[in-house]
């Protein structure tokens, strides 16, 4: 075959892609109706996932099943995981009565171990309970990729808010009241 008879074809075929490529999108665009915007009204159930405490006891989000809980994923090594811990510790007196918090180191076993992150934890006089995610579990259940990620979970067990980076202590107060609905 010639290259002038390559080309034709070629472009033949071109043409047609083109034509099926915007017929198609004419189609599509006059049976496309886009839906309401409902982010208000729709939420997204929290999914459970399993950690550990202090002591190594596994502990799942559901078993704060009717309360209201936060979650903040974090590491020693993160600059901005430790200012927002700062934030987190000045909100936590006010309320731990209401709302259960969990702290969540990603105990990589490298870079932070649980007796590592313990020793922080203590020597920065946190107050508010810490949990080590040792196999990834949490974090794998919620797609963390990057660290401080913090959620805030209601009572009814449904996310209100979601933000990656660290939080100012009015931040996390804003998100607590809603939250908490107030």
Not at 135 to 163: C, H, K, L, Q, R
Not at 164 to 178: D, M, P, T
């Amino acid at each position: 075959m010639s290259g002038k008879k390559k080309t034709i074809i070629l472009i033949i075929v071109f043409v047609v892609v083109m034509a099926g490529a915007f017929f198609g999108y004419s189609y599509l665009s006059k049976r496309y109706s886009p839906k309401e915007d409902t982010s208000e009204t729709q939420m997204i159930a929290a999914p459970d996932f399993t950690v550990y405490n202090a002591d190594g006891e596994p502990v799942k989000l559901s078993d704060f099943k009717g309360s209201p809980v936060v979650l903040n994923f974090w590491a020693t090594w993160c600059t901005a995981c430790k200012s927002g811990l700062v934030a987190y510790n000045k909100i936590y007196d006010k309320y731990k009565d209401r709302v259960n918090f969990m702290m969540i180191n990603m105990t990589d076993g490298a870079r932070d171990t649980v007796d590592g992150a313990k020793a922080f934890a203590e020597s920065m006089g946190y107050k508010f309970p810490v949990y080590f995610d040792t196999e990834y579990n949490a974090a794998m259940v919620w797609g963390i990729s990057s660290i401080p990620v913090s959620v805030f979970i209601n009572a009814d067990g449904f996310v209100t808010n979601g933000y990656i980076g660290a939080l100012s202590e009015a931040q996390v107060e804003e998100c607590i009241q809603k939250m908490l609905g107030e």
